[in-house]
């Protein structure tokens, strides 16, 4: 089993087919810095595109590449 990232911005899903892990915390980490953006004090958070990104876990074959 692995975690995939699914990110999805405006209403459409963007391409991440192949975007597995095998910790669910590092997904997660992942997913938390796509949907927050940059920002800092000086900039608002309001000026990036509606974006929402999660983490699901799925079945995979053994031979799989894992980006953790």
């Known amino acids: 089993m692995a975690f995939l990232l699914v ?3 405006n209403g459409s899903p963007e391409p ?3 975007m597995y892990f095998k910790n669910i915390n590092r997904c997660n ?6 949907e927050r953006g940059h ?5 608002q958070k ?7 990104a999660y983490c699901t876990p ?5 031979e799989t ?3 953790d």
């Open 16 to 18: 991440t087919a192949d």
């Open 29 to 34: 980490y992942f997913a938390d810095k796509i």
């Open 7 to 9: 990110v999805i911005v």
């Open 65 to 67: 590449v894992f980006w």
């Open 46 to 52: 309001d000026s990036q595109a509606l974006i929402t």
């Open 58 to 62: 799925r079945m995979i074959d053994e």
């Open 39 to 43: 920002h800092n004090r000086y900039s």
